[in-house]
């Protein structure tokens, strides 16, 4: 791999991966199949010298997740220090645990802003996607200790084949909770929900639908709610501009304190990671080889390599291209261009289209390997019209 020659600019934010402990067990969380210990994770003297490290090097902000990152009890400090030192702060919630006294804790701190995941609209389905009853009514009231708390807050809907039909009820939730952002996003193929796909692969026409109903609802409620829309990349002409490129935006530090340039990027065998308790944030932003292996254009080959848009989406997503086609370097298969476009697209058909019962019968919960058989929903019959030779 060639290193860029000069300086990469400071990154824009720090994803501070506090925990992976977390009371739910999402069955498309992205989080690691190997996930750390509570025993592994960085002590708090770590983190404060980490989020320090972060404003000197011009990070402007940091984004506690996990896990669940309200399972660290000393989150109002980490939360405090962040805002001592300049950085805006969001945290990133399932919502458990978050009552009145905790979001004004989290206030007080100087948390400017939160994003609280739902599931599903439905209990049932809040229950069965994320392995937890009765995780709405906490969610419920955790919306309630944020506004009380007089944070903003952004709803992240996390969509699958399971509850494509119900973005208009998304949308009446994330106003009734009082967001005053909704992300409607598809689920994204890393960690558990890759190894859960032929579950959660929405059908290409769900996939419209759900377009559709986006515009309608950005255009019915403008100027009240914000409507962010992510789609699935295995339906996609053109890939995204993963982490907005890599080691350009963003940082991610783990629990265990490995500083990553995305969330799944352990899952390429030949990077090597720094640890923040050996490298400061500056040496590795700069230096680390991990951050330098795919960084800029110089490693690309063709057809990213002479393709226009390489600056903008800096060929895709490596941890995907590496799921799909065996090579970390490869062009992102979400790319027409790239030779395994095809194959990716018939694969999502395939899986989106798998009798329901049989696809369930795949299912493995975060933290768990035992296999439940309660499929989302009725999925369509439909079969793939051609066979999968890819992948
Ligand atoms: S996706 Fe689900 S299991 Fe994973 S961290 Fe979020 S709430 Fe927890
Ligand atoms: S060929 Fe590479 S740079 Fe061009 S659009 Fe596809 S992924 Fe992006």
Redesign the pocket.
């Known amino acids: 791999m060639i290193a860029p020659s000069s300086s990469p600019p400071p990154p824009l934010a720090l994803l501070a991966e506090v925990t992976?402990r977390?009371?739910?067990?999402?069955v498309?969380?992205?989080?690691p199949l190997e996930l750390v210990a509570a025993s592994g994770e960085l002590e708090e003297a770590d983190w404060l010298r980490v989020l320090s490290e972060a404003a000197e090097l011009g990070i402007l902000q940091v984004h506690f997740?996990?896990?669940?990152p309200l399972a660290r009890q000393d989150l109002p400090r980490l939360i405090a220090h962040a805002a001592r030192e300049g950085l805006y702060t969001n945290l990133?919630?399932?919502g458990?645990g978050l009552d009145a006294a905790l979001g004004c804790r989290l206030a007080d701190a100087g948390l400017e802003h939160v994003q609280l995941?739902v599931?599903d609209t439905e209990a049932t389905g809040v229950d069965r996607i994320?392995?937890f009853q009765g995780a709405l009514a906490h969610k419920r009231r955790a919306a309630d200790a944020i506004a009380a708390a007089g944070l903003a807050m952004t709803l992240n809907a996390?969509i699958h084949r399971g509850n494509a039909e119900r973005i208009d009820a998304f949308v009446s939730l994330a106003l009734a909770l009082g967001a005053r952002r909704l992300e409607v996003a598809h689920v994204q193929y890393y960690g558990?929900g890759l190894i859960n796909r032929a579950w959660l692969m929405p059908t290409i026409d769900q996939l419209r639908a759900v377009s559709a109903r986006v515009e309608a609802a950005r255009a019915q409620h403008k100027g009240a709610l914000v409507i962010d829309y992510v789609i699935p990349d295995y339906y996609a002409r053109l890939p995204k501009s993963c982490m907005g490129g890599w080691g350009r935006r963003f940082m991610v530090v783990d629990p265990a304190g490995r500083a990553l340039p995305c969330h799944a990027a352990t899952t390429i065998p030949d990077l090597h990671f720094t640890n923040v308790r050996d490298a400061s944030i500056a040496e590795t932003w700069e230096h680390a080889p991990a951050f330098n292996a795919f960084r800029g254009t110089a490693w690309m080959a063709e057809p990213c390599r002479s393709c226009d848009r390489r600056e903008l989406d800096w060929g895709g997503c490596r941890c995907q291209a590496l799921a799909l086609t065996g090579d970390a370097a490869a062009t992102d298969p979400a790319c027409h261009k790239s030779p395994h476009h095809r194959a990716m697209v018939e694969l999502a058909t395939r899986e989106a289209s798998a009798p329901p019962a049989a696809a369930a019968g795949d299912v493995t919960y975060?933290?768990s390997r035992r296999r439940r058989p309660r499929p989302p929903a009725a999925a369509t019959s439909r079969k793939a019209e051609e066979t999968c030779s890819g992948f």
């Open positions: 992976h977390c009371p739910m067990r999402c498309y969380c992205s989080n997740s996990g896990g669940e990133i919630t399932s458990i995941s599931q994320g392995g996390v558990w975060r933290g």
